[in-house]
């Protein structure tokens, strides 16, 4: 799936945590945008039904909903304007939902899930991990994207001037990975640096499966 970057200024950040700004930053804005390629090349080009956990600013939302007939949109907090970025001829919905709410959405109904740089904020993966594989419908397919969680990138993320993210990145992929395997088959994996075993990659994107 082609990623539709939206213009800057059509976006509008969801919180004060909200990473909006380093994506158009001259250089580290390369390495945030390609993150989203990456999970997007993981993105099946079937299906009707697609759910994004965590919007954010909406950064994806002209990219899925230009691949999916039907979208919905979920987030504990919703930015403003989302409906404008939503590409013609999609029905979309928006909804403040939380994804360890095991009713925050339609159990089996999803054919993909796409679920980027979200759940390493989660402190129970495996709830986390439930609740996404029960909103799939058979034969669905989840999306999911997370970064290394240790020190050496609390350190890089102090250097782009976000201090404290451990107190933000709980859970580390190994985790998440662990607790993701127990509900669904892997099916794919995309790394940054490219190839980098998970010990040593900066950002992964993994798809899974319930097939």
Same mark, same amino acid.
């Given at each position: 799936?082609?990623?539709?970057?939206?213009?800057?200024?059509?976006?509008?950040?969801?919180?004060?945590?909200?990473?909006?700004?380093?994506?158009?930053?001259?250089?580290?804005?390369?390495?945030?945008?390609?993150?989203?390629?990456?999970?997007?090349?993981?993105?099946?080009?079937?299906?009707?039904?697609?759910?994004?956990?965590?919007?954010?600013?909406?950064?994806?939302?002209?990219? *899925?909903? &230009? !691949?999916? @007939?039907?979208?919905?949109?979920?987030?504990?907090?919703?930015? +403003?304007? $989302?409906?404008?970025?939503?590409?013609?001829?999609?029905?979309?919905?928006?909804?403040?939902?939380?994804?360890?709410?095991?009713?925050?959405?339609?159990?089996?109904?999803?054919?993909?899930?796409?679920?980027?740089?979200?759940?390493?904020?989660?402190?129970?993966?495996?709830?986390?991990?439930?609740?996404?594989?029960?909103?799939?419908?058979?034969?669905?397919? *989840?999306? &999911? !994207?997370? @970064?290394?969680?240790?020190?050496?990138?609390?350190?890089?993320? +102090?250097? $782009?001037?976000?201090?404290?993210?451990?107190?933000?990145?709980?859970?580390?992929?190994?985790?998440?990975?662990?607790?993701?395997?127990?509900?669904?088959?892997?099916?794919?994996?995309?790394?940054?640096?490219?190839?980098?075993?998970?010990?040593?990659?900066?950002?992964?994107?993994?798809?899974?499966?319930?097939?």
């Amino acid at each position: 799936m082609k990623f539709r970057v939206p213009l800057s200024d059509a976006l509008v950040p969801n919180s004060e945590f909200d990473p909006l700004p380093y994506y158009y930053r001259p250089v580290i804005g390369r390495i945030y945008r390609h993150r989203l390629r990456m999970g997007l090349r993981l993105v099946p080009d079937r299906g009707r039904r697609v759910l994004e956990i965590g919007v954010g600013s909406g950064i994806l939302v002209p990219s *899925l909903t &230009a !691949g999916f @007939p039907e979208y919905v949109g979920t987030d504990l907090l919703l930015a +403003r304007g $989302l409906e404008s970025l939503v590409t013609p001829g999609c029905r979309a919905t928006f909804q403040v939902a939380d994804l360890l709410d095991p009713n925050a959405v339609p159990a089996g109904s999803f054919d993909v899930v796409v679920c980027l740089s979200v759940l390493e904020h989660i402190a129970d993966p495996e709830a986390a991990a439930r609740c996404l594989a029960r909103a799939l419908a058979p034969g669905g397919t *989840l999306v &999911a !994207g997370y @970064p290394m969680v240790n020190r050496f990138m609390a350190a890089c993320f +102090r250097m $782009l001037g976000f201090g404290r993210i451990e107190e933000h990145h709980v859970t580390a992929p190994a985790q998440i990975t662990a607790a993701l395997g127990r509900r669904l088959w892997r099916v794919g994996r995309i790394s940054l640096p490219m190839f980098a075993p998970q010990s040593l990659s900066l950002y992964e994107c993994t798809s899974w499966t319930n097939r």
